[in-house]
């Protein structure tokens, strides 16, 4: 499913690439324009809606979640008090 391309690491792209490169993604993602190249290859795959992993707080969990590659981990939304964090997973 080309929804799910990002999995669990998107985030590093949205806080640390440039302006630029980001803006590029979203166009080949996004863009409906349906262009294609000298190979007749599309230029953009348009999607309607984007979503990702919003996690359960196995970050959190640290080694209890009982996923060891840390990479895998997500970071839960809700805090211990019930309140929401926003600004968790920021890159997303």
């Not at 929804?3 to 996004?30: S, Y």
């Amino acid at each position: 499913m080309l929804e799910r391309l990002d999995a669990w690491c998107c985030q590093f792209a949205g806080l640390n690439w440039l302006k630029v490169k980001k803006e590029k993604i979203a166009e080949f993602l996004f863009n409906k324009e349906k262009e294609f190249d000298e190979n007749v290859n599309p230029k953009e795959i348009g999607l309607s809606f984007w979503y990702f992993y919003i996690g359960a707080g196995t970050t959190e969990q640290g080694k209890d979640s009982q996923i060891r590659n840390e990479w895998r981990r997500a970071k839960s939304y809700i805090e211990v008090n019930g309140n929401y964090d926003w600004n968790k997973e920021k890159g997303q």
